[in-house]
């Protein structure tokens, strides 16, 4: 390319800052567009094996192998580094403008048919005559081999389109000031961002999203190394075992949390690298709605609350010594997993068929699902929302970092840019959260005993993996520790995730 691609990311988290920042260091000229400048979840974690090359050093604040203890207490070491990354330095990957307003992305697309042009083709009954028919034939053939090559790519006219929302977006013609230059038009600061090469929606979850009715839910407090006991100084990444509390009011309150249903909770407790620790009681999903006033949600909040004062006083740490608290409640996904493959250029002609003269069209834009999807070339979903998110577990972040320079090649070359796996893994993990979404408390806690039990490539399968395949075969090697541990939780397991039923009603 004579030119460097000019790109729009949709929102500076995480996701978008990393896109933007790796689309910098191509060469490629990037902006981004989000309203508060950008933002970081308090606490970033991943697994060691999914950094690039690329990340800087000190973006890892710290390292270890961390240890997960079952419901019965048995303890076991993971063989693979975790990380707790430095989010200041995440906040500082640069190479590209950020614009505070509010940005919208959309798409335009034309389609020409052009005919062959079959002037000087020649006379039948000129000198060679039968070998230039046999030509023209050949020639015929291969035109329109061409021309079907090139309906079932993605229409070379068709691409993303964006705008910034400016204080007159909205209004009427009449309130507008004479001198008032539109930013996205001609001679507007944005005007050559609104026809971009490539456009990255990596918004996070809004409370205008559409998202699954399952969240996980969380409440953490941070502590001074020295104010915790030198034998809880261990790195854990899931303390499966009920806490028990201290005195008989926590004590009732607890046995209450258990005969109402209240779901599992694990301790995770982690070095933050600068002296301080995290230690976290955590629902890792949970049915509850995306709505503020949802009561579900706010049981759930005081559920947690709850479990993490009795673990805090089971640990034999003061809870007056917190110097900072921490809560977590995101949704684990978007209600529909967008789609980044783009749809083909005879989509386009079949969308608008006419039905005679009454205007009536006919829709047979579905033959085409064999070649591409509904995704426009060059426009791509990306990071927690865009299906990079593992829908049981909560992990994100690790994802993006190791995926996204593949994205933006896929993005970049007009291609299906979705997550690795595709639809079919989206399809296995979301069957997974809808298993665990089912379980009571024991139930989950039995599971997860189960699963310790796996190998440590089976574990990080499950958790990291990029294979359906290898997904499945994983899910299915869980079933015999788990057929030995409690048959009815088998069968309560295998009746859930054929049930065909969807994580949760929009």
Not at 30 to 40: F, I, K, N, Q, T
Not at 314 to 332: H, M, Q, S, W
Not at 419 to 429: D, I, M, Q, S, T
Request: proline share 8%; net charge negative.
């Amino acid at each position: 390319m004579n030119e460097p691609f000019r790109v729009v990311v949709l929102g500076a988290g995480p996701a978008g800052r990393i896109a933007a920042h790796r689309a910098a260091a191509r060469g490629w000229d990037v902006v981004a567009l989000d309203p508060a400048g950008g933002s970081m979840p308090t606490t970033v974690g991943a697994w060691a094996h999914q950094l690039p090359d690329w990340l800087p050093d000190d973006a890892v604040a710290s390292r270890f192998r961390p240890t997960v203890i079952t419901s019965g207490g048995r303890r076991r070491l993971l063989d693979d580094d975790y990380v707790v990354l430095d989010t200041a330095v995440l906040s500082g990957l640069g190479g590209f403008a950020v614009r505070e307003e509010p940005g919208n992305g959309g798409s335009t697309w034309r389609f020409t048919w052009t005919g062959d042009d079959e002037e000087g083709a020649g006379d039948g009954h000129a000198a060679g005559g039968a070998v230039a028919r046999f030509a023209r034939i050949g020639e015929r053939v291969t035109s329109a081999l061409v021309r079907a090559r090139e309906l079932l790519r993605p229409d070379p006219a068709e691409g993303p389109g964006a705008t910034v929302h400016h204080e007159y977006y909205d209004a009427d013609d009449d309130d507008v000031p004479a001198d008032f230059v539109d930013p996205n038009g001609p001679d507007g600061d944005f005007d050559e961002w609104t026809a971009p090469d490539v456009f990255i929606d990596a918004i996070g979850a809004t409370p205008f999203s559409a998202v699954l009715d399952a969240r996980q839910i969380a409440r953490g407090h941070v502590f001074r190394e020295e104010d915790i006991p030198e034998r809880h100084r261990v790195p854990v990444l899931m303390d499966f075992r009920v806490p028990g509390g201290a005195g008989d009011e926590m004590a009732d309150e607890l046995a209450d949390d258990a005969s109402t249903g209240a779901p599992a909770t694990f301790s995770y407790r982690l070095p933050l690298g600068d002296g301080t620790w995290l230690i976290e009681e955590t629902i890792l999903a949970a049915r509850a709605s995306s709505d503020p006033g949802d009561p579900r949600s706010a049981e759930l909040h005081r559920h947690v609350r709850r479990r993490q004062a009795a673990r805090v006083a089971d640990l034999g740490i003061d809870p007056a010594a917190a110097i900072a608290v921490e809560i977590v409640d995101f949704p684990l996904g978007p209600w529909r997993l967008p789609d980044n493959r783009p749809r083909v250029a005879l989509a386009n002609r079949l969308t608008f068929i006419p039905l005679g003269r009454g205007g009536s069209v006919l829709d047979l834009s579905f033959l085409t699902r064999p070649f591409g999807g509904d995704g426009v070339p060059g426009y791509g979903h990306f990071g927690a929302m865009g299906g990079w998110m593992h829908p049981a577990t909560g992990y994100s972040v690790g994802a993006v970092l190791s995926d996204v320079d593949r994205f933006l090649d896929r993005v970049g070359s007009r291609s299906d840019a979705s997550p690795p796996g595709g639809r079919p893994l989206a399809w296995l993990r979301r069957r997974g959260l809808h298993v665990l979404l089912a379980f009571d408390d024991v139930r989950t806690r039995q599971f997860f005993d189960a699963f310790f039990t796996l190998p440590d490539a089976a574990i990080r399968e499950y958790l990291t993996g990029t294979s359906a395949p290898r997904t499945l075969a994983v899910m299915a090697r869980l079933l015999i520790p788990l057929a030995r541990r409690s048959p009815a939780m088998l069968a309560k397991l295998l009746l859930t995730f054929a049930d065909g039923k969807p994580v949760a009603e929009p």
